[in-house]
């Protein structure tokens, strides 16, 4: 794997520094920084601080915060706006929006790992009119038109 430097600043002396879980992660997790549990209900969202702001390298990185699978699946528990993009030119706090699925209330714990960070590349494109586009196998088949 590529390392890049991301610097980080401690916004609340309670939060953790993203840290991977095991050699071959992709991401490295997110912690909430409550002063007390927060539980949510069944389709209520939730903004969780980090107490964290981060520097990239450069606007050819960008981090992208994913919800946490096992937190998904047993409890419903996921990124309210799907993937959080995290420009290179931000520097506030990492919050993390969050929202149940489930069908009962999660209390999330102070400290609580609650999201991944993954840090990118980015290729910014240069968008080109034009009258025509490539054929492909596909064509215009839209969702489910693969048969999978």
Not at 8 to 32: E, I, M, S, W
Not at 69 to 76: A, D, V
Not at 101 to 119: D, F, H, K, N
């Amino acid at each position: 794997m590529q390392q890049v430097t991301v610097k980080y600043k401690v916004l609340d002396a309670r939060a953790h520094v993203p840290a991977y879980a095991t050699a071959g992660a992709a991401a490295a997790d997110l912690c909430a920084v409550l002063d007390a549990p927060m539980t949510l209900a069944p389709m209520e969202r939730a903004l969780v601080p980090t107490g964290l702001a981060i520097e990239l390298p450069g606007p050819e990185t960008v981090a992208l915060v994913y919800a946490r699978s096992g937190l998904s699946i047993k409890h419903g528990l996921c990124m309210a706006n799907g993937v959080g993009v995290i420009d290179s030119d931000y520097r506030g706090e990492l919050k993390v929006p969050m929202v149940n699925l489930g069908q009962e209330s999660y209390t999330i714990q102070p400290g609580e790992r609650v999201a991944q960070l993954c840090i990118a590349p980015v290729y910014t494109a240069a968008f080109v009119p034009a009258e025509t586009l490539g054929d492909t196998a596909r064509g215009e088949g839209g969702f489910g038109s693969t048969g999978k």
